[in-house]
């Protein structure tokens, strides 16, 4: 097997096991929450275990997709870094049309400890290392200088400031 084979199947190795673990972590609550619940209204034993089989496949299938987006994601970071947070975002417009609840939120800002990201869904829009970044926190709106050049404004709501504090501590200005 060539080298290039061996990475292709060492990444899909990667990508399944972000997906399977990414199932277990939903669904596992997801089937314990049915089960707290069906005991505490008084169901049958048999009753509590048929919800349970109903809600764990749509809970894994919901998880396997973060697995995967969130093993996507972190094929881009270097050795040694780690992501230390993920923000939804909004475009600062208004003709912004929110996605369906089942997509999830449509732009991610991640900040790790080398780097800002923008992510519309699995798409790494771009990615700048935070000591060459500028950041301000203007109430609920984030601006992203780089290069003296504006690189992106988006709506945080609260985390604005958050993500300009977590950023400075990591080496943005």
């Given at each position: 097997m060539s080298a290039e084979g061996a990475r292709d199947v060492?990444?899909?190795?990667?990508?399944?096991?972000a997906?399977?673990?990414g199932a277990a972590v939903t669904a596992g609550p997801a089937v314990a929450a049915v089960a707290a619940f069906g005991y505490e209204a008084g169901l049958p034993w048999w009753g509590i275990a048929a919800a349970g089989v109903l809600v764990a496949p749509p809970a894994g299938w919901a998880g396997s997709r973060i697995g995967r987006l969130r093993g996507l994601r972190d094929e881009v970071l270097e050795p040694g870094e780690k992501a230390l947070g993920v923000y939804a975002v909004q475009p600062p417009y208004r003709e912004h049309i929110?996605?369906?609840a089942h997509e999830g939120p449509q732009y991610e800002l991640r900040?790790?400890?080398?780097?800002?990201?923008?992510?519309e869904r699995a798409v790494l829009l771009w990615r700048h290392p935070l000591p060459e970044l500028r950041l301000?926190?203007?109430?609920?709106?984030?601006?992203?200088f780089h290069d003296g050049r504006e690189a992106g404004t988006m709506l945080l709501?609260?985390?604005a400031q958050e993500v300009r504090d977590l950023a400075r501590r990591h080496g943005a200005s």
């Open positions: 060492e990444r899909k190795g990667r990508m399944r096991r997906a399977l673990s929110p996605p369906n900040l790790t400890t080398r780097h800002l990201e923008m992510w301000l926190a203007e109430g609920p709106r984030l601006r992203v709501g609260r985390n």
